[in-house]
């Protein structure tokens, strides 16, 4: 949120010195940033293109499929119910595969370009 009040007085900003933007421009040309954005969407992508894929065949299903949906599996626990309950597990498998890559993958190497930037400032 901005603000019209003036900068507090003093001599430094609080905080680290912040890289300049031909140092973001710098970064975003290297390959070590590129290897990192080709480790976040060798996984991201993929996985959105399966799940957007789960997801149109249950509503295709849903929509057209009625006999097959509605038949009971156990009680009544139907194809449709199972499926559905299958969406939110996906997602929350997902979730959990992404935090893993990310801080197996993607974060360390995040790091590394932020504290070399940080380090140049």
């Known amino acids: ?8 007085e003093g ?3 609080a905080g680290p010195a912040q890289p300049r933007t031909e140092a973001y421009v710098a970064a975003q040309a290297s390959e070590e940033f590129a290897d990192l954005r080709r ?8 996985l959105t293109v399966a799940f957007v894929t789960w997801y149109l065949l249950y509503v295709l299903l849903c929509s057209y499929a009625d006999g097959f949906m509605s038949t009971r599996v156990v009680g009544n626990i139907n194809v449709a ?3 559905g309950l299958a969406q ?6 997902i979730a959990w595969l992404y935090s893993r890559h990310a801080a197996g993958k993607l ?3 995040a790091e590394a370009i932020k ?3 940080e380090a140049d400032a």
Do not use: E, H, I
């Open 88 to 93: 939110f597990a996906t997602t929350f498998l």
């Open 11 to 13: 001599g430094s900003p």
């Open 115 to 117: 504290s070399r930037m």
């Open 81 to 83: 119910l199972v499926l």
């Open 1 to 8: 949120m901005a603000t019209d009040a003036p900068p507090p």
């Open 39 to 46: 480790s976040y969407r060798s996984f991201a992508f993929p």
């Open 107 to 109: 974060d360390p190497k």
